[in-house]
């Protein structure tokens, strides 16, 4: 009886080694699954973010092949023009004249001053300026 006795608990041990190690062995699987799982999903965030980046330089490179995109830059940096338009210069020297300064602008100056705060907000906001 001893004999089979120390054979069980011997055959217990083992299966209990062979349960402790397959666990071990899943556990680690597991692990490394996880790992290589978040190492896909950052590659993918990755490439998500280059997909973007290529399509936002696609069409900065569509725009800048543009007509228009050429035309703009012609007039700005070239100053060019068309044929069919008119350039209109507009001196930066201007003066308003002492009548128009006097009637229009102090009066004006005079109503918004003498105005409630409030006034002014509501005119500012619904009527894009002060009232006349």
Known sequence: MSWRSSWARLGLVALAGIV??????SYQQYERSTKI?????ILRRESDRIAR????????IQYFASPNFK???????LGLRRQEEKVVGIDGNVRITPEIQADTISDAVMI???????????????????RY
């Open 20 to 25: 402790v190690f397959a666990g071990w062995s």
């Open 37 to 41: 799982q978040r190492e896909i999903d």
């Open 53 to 60: 980046e290529n399509e936002t330089l696609s069409e900065k």
């Open 71 to 77: 035309e703009e830059e012609a007039k700005e940096k």
């Open 112 to 130: 918004e001053e003498n105005q409630p705060n409030y006034l002014k907000w509501r005119d500012r906001f619904l009527y894009g300026g002060t």
